[in-house]
């Protein structure tokens, strides 16, 4: 059981903000792939990797990072705070 | 202890540089930036999403390497979310230091690491809709100096 969260046009895109996801994905990038299999919506929010950053248990993170013992996985586009 | 409030709330510049210069004693140098909402052509607001746990962390982790390779006497870091507008004080930094250099360039790091490595997104509404800005190349570039 995975906690994923989405923000700024990542969330628009999926049309929540979080969800419970049931996973045996490896890696970020496997849990991604999953995503993006299940619905129309997920695919267009992951279309462009380049466009987007991970967080892993609130650390920034990337694409080949292991899921094994993590419980928060976040997508968003780059930050743009201050 | 270095402080880091992530806040909707307004806060007053005034009131939080007082309160953090006060009562210094070997701190020779106070220095403190504000960013503020700027119109961009028609803009009426900005609402800024933020990540809640992930944002704290961040920044903290941001201002211990700031106090550590500057050894800061003390450093202050104010980050808005919610809806602003054009005019309000979005966030502030300020570093307290024996010298002014090392206040200024702690500020500048903070500055450039808040800009991009702190989970916030601003998305802005003007006359024809709202877009989320996009972050900038020059920001991202802005890291490698330090």
């Known amino acids: 059981m995975l906690d994923v969260m989405y923000f700024a046009w990542v969330r628009e895109r999926i049309g929540e903000p979080r969800e419970t996801v049931t996973t045996e ?24 990797l380049s466009a987007l950053r991970v967080a892993v248990d609130q650390e920034l993170s990337d694409f080949d990072a292991p899921l094994a013992g993590v419980r928060e996985v976040a997508f968003f586009p780059p930050m743009t705070g201050g | 202890m270095p402080t880091i409030r992530v806040q909707s709330d307004p806060f007053s510049l005034g009131d939080e540089a007082e ?27 900005m609402e800024i999403e933020h990540y809640p746990g992930m944002t704290e962390k961040a920044i903290s982790g941001i201002v211990d390497q700031a106090m550590e390779r500057w050894s800061l006497d003390d450093a202050l870091v104010i980050h808005r979310h919610g809806s602003l507008a054009p005019g309000e004080r979005i966030m502030m930094v ?13 500020a500048e790091f903070l500055m450039d690491y808040l800009k991009s490595r702190a989970p916030f997104w601003k998305k802005e509404y003007g006359p024809d809709g709202a877009e989320w800005v996009a972050a900038k190349d020059e920001d991202e570039d802005a890291l490698s100096r330090w």
């Open chain 2, 19 to 45: 309160d953090f210069a006060k009562g210094r004693t070997d701190t020779g140098a106070v220095v403190t930036f504000t960013g503020i909402v700027r119109d961009t052509g028609g803009m009426s607001r």
């Open chain 2, 94 to 106: 300020a570093t307290a230091s024996r010298h002014r250099i090392a206040a200024f360039e702690a």
């Open chain 1, 25 to 48: 994905a490896a890696t970020v990038a496997d849990l991604v792939a999953e995503l993006k299999a299940r619905e129309p919506r997920y695919e267009a929010a992951f279309a462009d």
